[in-house]
């Protein structure tokens, strides 16, 4: 069972609610039963938030490497090809971003 932090969105899985919030500190009173259908939407979009949020990280090593690349400043074409990775990975990151808090919007998180 899950069930959700009126107070704070903090998500709980347990047979009953937390004493407390973990996250702000509200009394077990304020915690709501999640429905089970609204509960199988947050398990089944677990792993998917998961794969976004290593794909966040990933365009950030992938930003870092370029602007490596720039600094080194090899030659015109190499230095093209780094900024346009920078670029593109800054773009990966956003779509990703923008899918979880689509996620979070439609209680998937």
């Known amino acids: 069972m899950l069930w959700k932090c009126s107070v704070c969105g903090y998500i709980h899985q347990g047979e009953g609610a937390a004493d407390k919030c973990p996250k702000c500190g509200a009394p077990k009173e304020k915690f709501v039963e999640i429905p089970a259908e609204d509960a199988k939407k947050i398990y089944t979009s677990d792993r998917t938030n998961d794969i976004h949020m290593e794909i966040c990280k990933l365009a950030m090593k992938i930003a870092a490497l370029a602007e490596e690349g720039i600094e080194l400043n090899l030659d ?13 990975a800054w773009v990966i990151k956003q779509r990703s971003k923008a899918e979880i808090a689509g996620h979070v919007g439609k209680a998937k998180w």
């Open 76 to 88: 015109p074409p190499c230095v093209s090809l780094f900024k346009q990775a920078k670029d593109e």
